[in-house]
C-alpha cells in the first residue's frame, strides 16, 4: 500500500510541476504576444495610447485585432460613417472618452461639423423615441406593421411611373 501511495504521490507531483511549466510557458507566450501587438499597435498608430497599454496583457491582442479589424479596416462602412455612428453611440452610453475619440476620428475621416451635428442628432432622437415607444409599451407586432406600411408606401413614391 505504502508503494501504491508513493507512486500516487509520485505522479501527482509529476502533473503539477508539468501542469506549472506548461502555465508558465503559457504567460511567457502571453507576454510575447502582448510584446508583439504592442509592436503593431505603434506601428499602425505610431504610438501605443495607454488605454491599450491599461488592458490585460492576456486579453490585448484580442482587443487589438477585434479594434483593426473592424473599426481600422476597410469594409463594407467607410471611415467617416463608422466614426458617426460611433459617436452616435457614444453621446448615449454616455462616454466622454468615446465621444471625444469618435469626434477626433470622424473629422479626420472627412466629416463636417454639420454632419457630426446631425449624428448626434440623430442617435437624441432614436433615445427619444425608444423611450417613448418602450416607456408606452406601444405593441411591437402593429408597430413593425405600421412601419412596413410606411416603407411600402415610400417605396411606391420613389419609384419612376413612366409617366411624363
Request: proline share 2%; net charge positive; glycine share 8%.
Amino acid at each position: 500500500m505504502r508503494r501504491t501511495t508513493g507512486i500516487g504521490i509520485t505522479l501527482a507531483t509529476a502533473a503539477l510541476i508539468g501542469m506549472l511549466s506548461g502555465a508558465a510557458e503559457w504567460v511567457r507566450s502571453e507576454e510575447v504576444s502582448a510584446q508583439a501587438t504592442y509592436r503593431d499597435i505603434d506601428q499602425t498608430l505610431g504610438s501605443v495610447p495607454s488605454f491599450f497599454k491599461a488592458f490585460p496583457e492576456s486579453a490585448i491582442a484580442g482587443a487589438w485585432s477585434e479594434f483593426k479589424s473592424v473599426q481600422l479596416a476597410k469594409t463594407k462602412l467607410d471611415a467617416k460613417t463608422k466614426e458617426l455612428i460611433g459617436l452616435g453611440v457614444a453621446a448615449q452610453i454616455p462616454c466622454q472618452y468615446c465621444i471625444y475619440f469618435h469626434t477626433a476620428a470622424a473629422k479626420a475621416s472627412g466629416a463636417t461639423d454639420q454632419e457630426i451635428k446631425e449624428a448626434v442628432a440623430m442617435a437624441a432622437l432614436v433615445r427619444h423615441w425608444s423611450t417613448v415607444l418602450n416607456g408606452l409599451e406601444i405593441d411591437l407586432n402593429g408597430f413593425k406593421r405600421e412601419v412596413d406600411t410606411v416603407m411600402q408606401a415610400a417605396a411606391a413614391k420613389s419609384k419612376p411611373t413612366g409617366i411624363r
